[in-house]
T-cell receptor
Framework: DVKVTQSSRYLVKRTGEKVFLECVQD?????MFWYRQDPGLGLRLIYF???????EKGDIPEGYSVSREKKERFSLILESASTNQTSMYLC?????????????FGDGTRLSIL | QKEVEQNSGPLSVPEGAIASLNCTYS??????FFWYRQYSGKSPELIMS????GDKEDGRFTAQLNKASQYVSLLIRDSQPSDSATYLC?????????FGAGTRLTVKP
């Protein structure tokens, strides 16, 4: 089975802090994704990566950055956390997207910014 | 913007009934379709994938795809209270995956 592991299930941070969310997958997947999920808004793509050191902006990249130094690890960074970034953050991975492969999700990180 | 549309529900069915969940999409290039189940407070879990027109059955679940009419559906037979969750429809075209907002299903004992 595919295993996508997110470093924290719950996280509480303060406004202005730099926040790191970590994600690791163990299936040698090329693609990795970061989403946020808010009630009534569904899943929204923040950033994705098709390869090491490669990143692409999703639908809502503002206020976020990402890092992919190794194939198995994809980090989401909130440069200066704000209260409107309080949300559920979901990491996903998949084989090369062009082949129509599904995404597999981690357990999610519920982030609260105070 | 390519859209994936789902009725947000809630959809309520009695235990043992058939639950029917529907999804329409606007991108005619869409190649692959997936259904995810998401329990409250949990992450989405893949339950079905379908790539060609017609029906695909897996246990109590049947996915139906009609590319000409641009819809995909999920039928859950003999619904159980444990099926109560939000069901997300997703479609891929080339290097893009789009999710619907989800339909909340409640199965009443």
């Amino acid at each position: 089975d595919v295993k996508v592991t997110q470093s924290s299930r719950y996280l509480v941070k303060r406004t202005g802090e730099k926040v790191f969310l970590e994600c690791v997958q163990d299936m040698d997947h090329e693609n990795m994704f970061w989403y946020r999920q808010d009630p009534g808004l569904g899943l929204r793509l923040i950033y994705f990566s098709y390869d090491v050191k490669m990143k692409e902006k999703g639908d809502i990249p503002e206020g976020y950055s990402v890092s992919r130094e190794k194939k198995e690890r994809f980090s989401l960074i909130l440069e200066s956390a704000s209260t409107n970034q309080t949300s559920m953050y979901l990491c996903a991975s998949s084989l090369w997207q062009g082949s129509g492969q599904p995404q597999h999700f981690g357990d999610g990180t519920r982030l609260s910014i105070l | 913007q390519k859209e994936v549309e789902q009725n947000s529900g809630p959809l309520s069915v009695p235990e043992g009934a058939i639950a029917s969940l529907n999804c329409t999409y606007s991108d005619r290039v869409s190649q692959s379709f997936f259904w995810y189940r998401q329990y409250s407070g949990k992450s989405p879990e893949l339950i079905m994938s379908i790539y060609s027109n017609g029906d695909k059955e897996d246990g109590r679940f049947t996915a139906q795809l009609n590319k000409a009419s641009q819809y995909v559906s999920l039928l859950i037979r003999d619904s159980q209270p444990s099926d109560s969750a939000t069901y997300l429809c997703a479609q891929t075209a080339n290097n893009d995956m789009r999710f619907g907002a989800g339909t909340r299903l409640t199965v009443k004992p």
